[in-house]
């Protein structure tokens, strides 16, 4: 046997070596293996101790890591665990997995779900108060869209309508342009959630933290339709034609009934003119709605229509409003009036024109119609010898018009007609009132502007309806 005191050094030698080459035994310590989060989202820490190099890798794109590796160290070390807002009322849970050379470790996340949110109609969201934290879901029907990457469009049901401003894939905390994923169109029904904000005195939806997508059930917008022409017997139509490169587009009342149409020129991106009946019961109540928006018509795609949500940009000609030919407070009813505002009703028009003279001449139109058994408007722009164009929202350039007219044809309560023309130029205009020596013939009228009105009026009474001169006839004058 050898000697005890051999065994013994032999056994320290060794425990010597041990020590001077400072190897180790792999290890992982962990001071966490579970975090909880609520609906809304956190972030946490989560510590260990580790002489390897490691990794961190969640199983789920709703969690993130910082940082997601690093080096050994004999201190503990910590990475922060983000977690994203669970629009969701389900719970839900991930796993982080900690690896160290050869060594694993687990740690499980838990989120709660998003507390249920309040189902309210359109009308019940308009009456509760602005919050910023109060979440409300909303189901209707896009009615007009006026952009398309950030998700503005309105909103309807059975019990009025709501401007959303900015509606994403998910939840996030501001705009991140998921819009176009959803590939939503007016028709579409859709549930979203959303809180209840306003801006300038307008009710919206969504806000600076956008609404976000629940469902969506497809549909058509059924308001309007396109057509080449038509051989409708409308008394406000002029003659049109299916051969002049132009369209007559047709918006109507929810119960079916006409509301206007626009004969649509895609050259020069504005209305020819725009064709209505007006009189007191369709003029209707209420007030503009679309100020803040001027939506797409959803008959034509964009890349044949003026976008105008930002209004026109100066192409060299200065500075215009959004001049309409129907009036917004020709249709005041609120379903109709939105659709008032599309960008095929507007042209580029002088705001010393629009707000002035040419205001002056709308509410002295519908103090007529309101006076008649229906005033049949057709109301247009001229464009010939124009070679001035704003810019729409996406650089497309839009002619502006040299001058703009009214022809009315005037039935009475005793089924008499009567006619008037009137034309103004495209300058600033500051009538107060409208004046014999501003008005003549539906005959001049057609000749000045090359349109022939009235034509489904039966010809003799035709002849002699826009051959009248409207300064001999006592009516217009007296009321």
């Known amino acids: 046997m050898k000697p005890i005191h051999k065994i013994l050094a032999a056994c320290l030698l060794a425990a010597v070596a041990v020590g001077c080459g400072k190897t180790s035994v792999p290890g992982l310590t962990m001071l966490t293996s579970f975090i909880s989060v609520g609906s809304t989202g956190d972030s946490q820490q989560v510590a260990f101790k580790t002489n390897q190099s490691w990794s961190v890798r969640p199983d789920v794109s709703w969690v993130s890591v910082d940082p997601p590796s690093g080096g050994a160290s004999d201190s503990y070390q910590s990475v922060k665990v983000t977690v994203e807002p669970n629009p969701d009322p389900v719970e839900r849970t991930a796993t982080l997995t900690v690896t160290a050379g050869e060594k694993t470790a687990a740690v499980q996340v838990k989120q709660a779900g998003a507390p249920a949110a309040k189902q309210l109609t359109i009308s019940e969201f308009r009456n509760t108060k602005a919050d910023k934290t109060t979440w409300y879901k909303l189901t209707g029907e896009i009615a007009a869209i006026a952009n398309e990457d950030r998700g503005y469009f309105y909103l309807v049901d059975e019990t009025g309508f709501v401007y959303v401003y900015g509606l994403c894939e998910k939840q996030v905390e501001t705009n991140d342009q998921s819009f176009p994923k959803l590939a939503l169109k007016p028709g579409d029904t859709v549930?979203?959630?959303?809180?209840?904000?306003?801006?300038?005195?307008?009710?919206?939806?969504?806000?600076?933290?956008?609404?976000?997508?629940?469902?969506?059930?497809?549909?058509?917008?059924?308001?309007?339709?396109?057509?080449?022409?038509?051989?409708?017997?409308?008394?406000?139509?002029?003659?049109?034609?299916?051969?002049?490169?132009?369209?007559?587009?047709?918006?109507?009342?929810?119960?079916?009934?006409?509301?206007?149409?626009?004969?649509?020129?895609?050259?020069?991106?504005?209305?020819?003119?725009?064709?209505?009946?007006?009189?007191?019961?369709?003029?209707?109540?209420?007030?503009?709605?679309?100020?803040?928006?001027?939506p797409m018509d959803p008959l034509l795609p964009r890349d044949k229509q003026a976008v105008l949500a930002s209004g026109f940009k100066d192409g060299g000609a200065g500075k215009f409003d959004r001049g309409h030919q129907i009036a917004s407070a020709d249709r005041l009813d609120w379903r109709v009036n939105i659709e008032t505002f599309f960008s095929t009703n507007m042209t580029p028009q002088l705001n010393g024109l629009n707000a002035e003279g040419w205001a002056t001449l709308e509410i002295k139109v519908r103090d007529w119609a309101r006076k008649s058994d229906t005033l049949y408007v057709v109301t247009g722009c001229s464009v010939a010898g124009s070679n001035k164009y704003?810019?729409?929202?996406?650089?497309?350039?839009?002619?502006?018009?040299?001058?703009?007219?009214?022809?009315?044809?005037?039935?009475?309560?005793?089924?008499?007609?009567?006619?008037?023309?009137?034309?103004?130029?495209?300058?600033?205009?500051?009538?107060?009132?409208?004046?014999?020596?501003?008005?003549?013939?539906?005959?001049?009228?057609?000749?000045?502007?090359?349109v022939d009105f009235f034509v489904n009026l039966p010809s003799d009474v035709q002849k002699a309806v826009e051959a009248q001169n409207p300064s001999d006839e006592a009516w217009w004058w007296n009321n």
Do not use: C
């Open 390 to 450: 704003a810019l729409d929202n996406d650089g497309k350039k839009v002619t502006v018009p040299t001058g703009y007219y009214k022809a009315l044809l005037r039935l009475d309560r005793e089924k008499n007609y009567t006619a008037l023309g009137i034309w103004m130029d495209h300058a600033a205009n500051s009538a107060t009132s409208i004046t014999k020596d501003m008005v003549m013939s539906i005959d001049e009228l057609e000749k000045k502007v090359g």
């Open 191 to 294: 549930t979203m959630m959303t809180l209840r904000s306003e801006y300038n005195e307008t009710i919206e939806a969504g806000g600076t933290i956008p609404a976000y997508f629940v469902s969506k059930t497809d549909g058509e917008y059924r308001l309007g339709q396109k057509v080449s022409s038509t051989a409708a017997g409308w008394l406000e139509l002029p003659a049109t034609s299916a051969a002049d490169g132009q369209d007559l587009l047709i918006h109507r009342f929810p119960d079916g009934s006409r509301s206007y149409a626009a004969y649509y020129d895609y050259e020069h991106l504005v209305s020819s003119w725009v064709a209505y009946p007006l009189h007191k019961d369709n003029i209707g109540s209420g007030s503009r709605t679309a100020d803040s928006a001027f």
